[in-house]
């Protein structure tokens, strides 16, 4: 029977990359988005249109009820037995001007987005005896970043739940890890920093492509990562 991956963020940029990836695989891949159905569905044609399986689903992480009831309807044809944890959101500024929503939305999406996603998918991956589960994090949540408190707390707790989760379900053949990218080329990271900068901040003196993100996600997925669970794994470019 074909896997099936729930993608949260699907519609995003590092998102798309891991849902047309684990598509190319064989897996019939659920494309996330919280308010951009539309390009949910975009991704899903091209998914489709390259021989892959995906269908479409919008729901906000945060928000308990809609997430469960969504998470049902899903789960009716059969368990879902990768999840990747990747939405998430920047609320940035310094902490001794952040208010108390921009702290709290963060929280939300990343920490209490995972519990919201995850939790529900067990019982039914469990079953199974075969899972994996990879939350997105970032190289803030490892070594900190200036006006990210926020993110990196959210990035650094989900450290913890990984390592945490993956003790829970070791017996059970269901891996849990976490990616943290570094500087990833995309719209924002672009406008973020310039060239020079990069070149400063980052050894390799490039920014990583998000097919480069896929692909790790991919292999964590994979027969091949049967062994590899409990660990938060650096893809910087040397940064950390």
């Known amino acids: 029977m074909i896997k ?10 590092i998102g798309s990359a891991i849902c047309h990836r684990l598509a190319m695989d064989g897996i019939h ?9 539309s ?6 044609l091209s998914i489709e249109a390259a021989g892959g399986s995906a269908e479409a689903v919008a729901f906000d992480v945060t928000n308990v009820q809609a997430t469960h009831l969504e998470l049902q309807e899903l789960l009716a044809s059969g368990p879902i037995q990768i999840v990747i944890n990747n939405a998430g959101i920047h609320r940035d500024g310094p902490l001794a001007g952040m208010s108390q929503e921009q702290w709290s939305e963060v929280i939300d999406v990343s920490l209490n987005g995972f519990y919201n996603v995850t939790q529900p998918l067990l019982m039914p991956m469990i079953r199974t005896r075969w899972g994996r589960i990879i939350n997105l994090s970032s190289v803030a949540g490892v070594m ?3 006006g990210q408190v926020n993110y990196a707390a959210a990035k650094s707790a989900l450290h913890g739940a990984t390592k945490s989760l993956a003790l829970e379900l070791a017996s059970r053949n269901i891996t849990v890890n976490a990616v943290a990218p570094g500087i990833i080329e995309s719209s924002l990271t672009m406008e973020a920093f ?40 650096n893809i910087n470019g ?3």
Do not use: W
Not at 4 to 13: D, F, I, M, N, P
Not at 32 to 37: D, G, R, T
Not at 203 to 220: K, S
């Open 29 to 37: 891949v659920i494309v996330h988005s919280n308010m951009h159905l």
């Open 238 to 240: 040397a940064m950390a």
């Open 4 to 13: 099936k991956a729930l993608v949260t963020g699907g519609s995003g940029e």
């Open 39 to 44: 390009k949910a569905k975009a991704i899903v």
């Open 194 to 233: 310039s060239p020079e900068v990069i070149k400063k901040m980052v050894p390799m003196q490039r920014a990583g492509r998000v097919e480069e993100v896929a692909a790790l996600v991919a292999f964590l997925c994979s027969e091949d990562a049967a062994y590899i669970s409990g660990q938060v794994i």
């Open 144 to 146: 900190g970043n200036r």
